[in-house]
């Protein structure tokens, strides 16, 4: 193994914060490829760290659903596959439609206002090319409606489902043909949940999640 990446120092992190985020960043780039081990002294003499931060990444990674444990093998960066896909998907289906229902009940006019300057920085933002970039405004599109919800429970279980997602969200946002039904998506969403009609917000943001599916499912089956 022969990694190109290396770690970014950030003075307010604790070290073991900025190894787990440079190995993430790694796995979600393609630069740590599905199926590659993790040798635990090559990572460390590569970052110039002790092996425990190194752990405790992997650890963490595991947990996340990035990384699996192999018997007798050590771990290694996991597969994407439909079925994965589909366990994580079908959840954040059922709770974004929650979201939006509730959402429509408990926006305010400013978090509305905050969607809509969201979804244009969403729309600029394709303009970089970045998918970590992109994906992180359309992390920052959802989270407006999460907290419309006023519901932390909700959040919470949005929250943890948060990595798992935003790995098929990389995925799909690799795809520029895509970009002007997200667009158009976004701004469906901020008028169905504007006007509080529910069933059109659920059916929308359903279809959002639908398409995305599609797509990550299509790149699997092309690595096959």
């Not at 990694?3 to 796995?27: G, K, S």
């Not at 439909?82 to 939006?100: F, G, H, I, T, W």
Request: proline letters at 3%; one cysteine or more; a neutral charge.
């Amino acid at each position: 193994m022969e990694p190109n990446f290396e770690v970014n120092m950030n003075e307010y992190l604790p070290l073991r914060d900025v190894v787990f985020n440079t190995l993430r960043q790694a796995i979600l780039r393609g630069e740590l490829k599905p199926g590659e081990r993790l040798m635990e002294i090559q990572l460390a003499n590569k970052l110039g760290v002790s092996r425990t931060p190194i752990r405790e990444a992997i650890r963490k990674l595991e947990l996340e659903g990035l990384v699996l444990m192999v018997p007798r093998k050590g771990a290694e960066v996991a597969e994407i596959t439909e079925k994965n896909l589909m366990d994580v998907l079908e959840v954040r289906k059922a709770l974004e439609e929650l979201a939006v229902e509730l959402a429509c009940d408990r926006i305010s006019q400013g978090q509305i206002e905050e969607m809509k300057v969201a979804a244009k920085e969403f729309q600029q933002v394709l303009k970089s090319g970045d998918v970590t970039k992109i994906a992180e405004a359309d992390v920052k599109f959802h989270d407006i409606i999460f907290s419309a919800t006023d519901n932390q429970r909700l959040i919470s279980l949005l929250n943890n489902l948060r990595e798992q997602m935003y790995r098929f969200r990389v995925e799909h946002l690799k795809k520029k043909e895509c970009y002007p039904k997200l667009m158009e998506e976004h701004e469906l969403i901020i008028e169905m949940i504007e006007k509080r009609r529910k069933k059109e917000a659920c059916e929308i943001i359903g279809k959002h999640i639908d398409n995305q599916v599609i797509t990550v499912s299509d790149v699997i089956r092309e690595k096959k």
